[in-house]
Nanobody, 119 residues
């Protein structure tokens, strides 16, 4: 089993910044992809950004140029630096870990962190 513990959410004004962290522990074997997803009220969960063990990244178009995902493999921790935040970024942000070659059914999820951006 893998446990993901998130920190760093909160309330910020539009144009501000926040940084999310997610520390993974437990049975982490081999390469993997870690990432962030978000779910706004009444909407489906959507991908924000992912990063592989070899630091290959992928971003949703809506956050490109504003958000940066990074990871520290030695600490099994992934970060999401969010700049120029907009009210539409308001959502619960979930950390995700998928083992290399795994399917959705193999995913691990964090508890979720509320990010609220006021206009």
């Amino acid at each position: 089993q893998v446990q993901l513990v998130e920190s760093g959410g909160g309330l910020v004004q539009a144009g501000g910044s926040l940084r999310l962290s997610c520390a993974a522990s437990g049975s982490i074997r081999g390469p993997n992809t870690m990432g962030w997803y978000r779910q706004a009220p009444g909407k489906q969960r959507e991908l924000v950004a992912t990063i592989t063990t070899v630091l290959s990244t992928n971003y949703a178009d809506s956050v490109k140029g504003r958000f940066t995902i990074s990871r520290d493999n030695a600490k099994n921790t992934v970060y999401l630096q969010m700049n120029s935040l907009k009210p539409e970024d308001t959502a619960v942000y979930y950390c995700n870990l998928r083992p290399w070659g795994g399917l959705k059914s193999d995913d691990y999820w964090g508890q979720g962190s509320q990010v609220t951006v006021s206009s």
